[in-house]
């Protein structure tokens, strides 16, 4: 796959985000760019200029672990952008093809296996949902429907949790944090692209958020990602009020590129009161089963 142009955006984005002083360099007065220069992180990575601008260019084709590796610890990558790295350079070889989601034949509908919904439904406590690297939301549990009440809600959403963020005015009201979450969520797109790169699914949307939402298009184009792994949010639901909740997320190993996403509230807060709650509602209006997505 030609995934130069990918490479060379990515490489040249996160060198302009390490300064002189953060790698022990003078930041003199005469830099015509941000960052460090691509002699400066050769120099830092053990590796001719001429051998790094080549990478930089976008050939990673070839690149040896330890390349990636001097690369990377140069430009003081993270976790997630190493990740990224790694997959970007397994692309560029063709390598990647065993590591890539399986893909299902045709438009069957995707239905969870019944011990995967029935783990599912036995999660009371908090909303507990399958998604894939597009942030499809492909099952849930009961409280998870209620929880993403506005997200079910609308068919335009197609239950993508990136469309919600981007396309639907009410997650600017169940979001207090937006910003936040539209940069999490292009973090995760940005990540699933690089590591499933020929997923025609992913490319459509990330093609239909950036033409219609601004937001979504300035936030692309910086090249962060990241994985959805574990941390907190806040949320206003509108049916509870203000909710701060922990999540975990599992990667299902009997479906390779999905996975479980859990979400609960510190014991004995008013959050735990307000999931209660949330549940009681739910149980009352009968919420119904989410509808499946096509392919994962």
Request: proline residues 6%; glycine residues 6%; hydrophobic residues 40%.
């Amino acid at each position: 796959m030609d995934n130069r142009e990918e490479v060379r955006e990515f490489l040249t984005s996160r060198r302009a985000k390490i300064t002189p002083e953060q790698v022990g360099l003078p930041a003199g007065s005469r830099r015509r760019v941000p960052g460090l220069r691509r002699s400066e992180v050769a120099a830092l990575a053990d590796m001719s200029v001429e051998y790094y601008a080549k990478l930089e260019r976008g050939n990673l084709a070839g690149a040896s672990p330890a390349v990636l590796e001097a690369v990377a610890r140069a430009l003081q990558l993270d976790d997630a952008e190493r990740a990224h790295l790694l997959h970007l350079a397994q692309a560029a070889d063709g390598s990647d093809v065993l590591t890539r989601p399986r893909r299902r034949a045709g438009n069957r509908q995707w239905t969870p296996h019944r011990s995967l919904q029935w783990t599912l439904d036995a999660i009371t406590a908090g909303p507990a949902v399958v998604s894939n690297g597009r942030m499809d939301i492909l099952a849930a549990n009961p409280l998870a429907r209620a929880f993403y009440t506005d997200l079910f809600a609308d068919a335009h959403n197609q239950q993508n949790l990136a469309r919600f963020q981007f396309l639907d005015p009410a997650t600017r009201r169940f979001y207090p944090d937006w910003e936040l979450f539209a940069d999490m969520a292009v973090a995760v797109l940005r990540r699933e692209a690089g590591r499933d790169p020929h997923d025609k699914d992913l490319h459509d949307l990330i093609g239909e958020l950036s033409t219609r939402s601004r937001e979504f298009r300035t936030r692309w184009g910086a090249h962060n990602v990241r994985r959805h792994g574990t941390g907190t949010k806040r949320f206003r639901h509108p049916a509870v009020g203000d909710l701060t909740l922990a999540y975990e997320s599992l990667d299902l190993a009997a479906e390779p590129g999905l996975s479980m996403t859990i979400y609960t509230a510190e014991p004995g807060s008013p959050s735990e009161e307000g999931l209660r709650l949330l549940a009681s509602l739910a149980a009352t209006e009968n919420v119904g089963p989410a509808v499946q997505h096509p392919t994962s």
